[in-house]
């Protein structure tokens, strides 16, 4: 069975701080992979997706960006944190079709 | 650019009645994907809709991409329910899913 995970858990972090944020996949090799962000509150919007190792696209950036170092890791990250990327942001995966989402990260900005 | 409008924004069910969740699409869509997310913030798969409809225990959804919208049926509402439903199109073919706005279920006895 394939399982996502996502590290960390939750972060504080202050201003114009950097952020690395994980996301691997286990059990499905070449999946297609996403990064999604959610304001509290507010709905999903996705920001990054990759089809492959080192390819990625981006949707939405938000002064973010994304890497796919290996076939089952997706990063996402930035140098500079701003007080708007405050909020949960999800990994999620998917075979063809349905995606399926990882626990999530909650990051909230200072 | 291509939206999709979710409604109600709230809803608030008696333990063993039902309603029903709307999505309306501003473009033809691909396929529709419905989730429930619970209190911790994990998205529970609910459907996967690339036409017609499907049903699974007290849950039935319907989407119909000619007049661009997708319901979500719930009957027979338990306490578990309650929690914040979303409806997610698939425009083309690189898994971009542009979600609804949700709405909040709070199920009562």
């Known amino acids: 069975a394939q399982t996502i995970h996502q590290w960390p858990v939750a972060e504080i972090k202050a201003v114009g701080s950097p952020l690395s944020l994980g996301c691997t996949i286990k059990?499905?090799?070449?999946?297609?992979l996403y990064w999604y962000w959610q304001a509290t509150g507010g709905t999903l919007q996705q920001l990054f997706y990759?089809?492959?190792?080192?390819?990625v696209e981006s949707v939405v950036q938000l002064n973010l960006s994304a890497s796919r170092p290996k076939d089952d890791q997706f990063i996402l990250s930035t140098e500079k944190l701003l007080l708007s990327h405050s909020g949960f942001y999800l990994c999620?995966?998917?075979?063809?079709?349905?995606?399926?989402f990882g626990p999530g990260t909650r990051l909230l900005v200072l | 650019g291509d939206q999709v409008e979710q409604s109600p924004s709230a809803l608030s069910l008696h333990e063993g009645t039902g309603s029903a969740l709307r999505c309306n699409f501003t473009?033809?869509?691909?396929?529709v994907q419905w989730f429930q997310q619970n209190s911790r913030g994990s998205l529970i798969n609910l459907f996967y809709?690339?036409?017609g409809t499907k049903e699974n225990g007290r849950l039935k959804s319907t989407f119909n991409s000619k007049e661009s919208y997708s319901t979500l049926h719930i009957r027979d509402a338990q306490l578990e329910d309650s929690g914040t439903y979303f409806c997610?199109?698939?425009?083309?073919?690189?898994?971009?899913?542009?979600f609804g706005l949700g709405t909040t279920l709070q199920v009562q006895p």
């Open positions: 059990g499905k090799s070449s999946p297609n």
């Open positions: 990759s089809i492959t190792v080192g390819q």
């Open positions: 809709l690339a036409s």
């Open positions: 473009t033809t869509m691909r396929a």
């Open positions: 997610a199109a698939e425009g083309g073919n690189t898994g971009k899913l542009i």
């Open positions: 999620a995966w998917s075979p063809i079709d349905t995606q399926y």
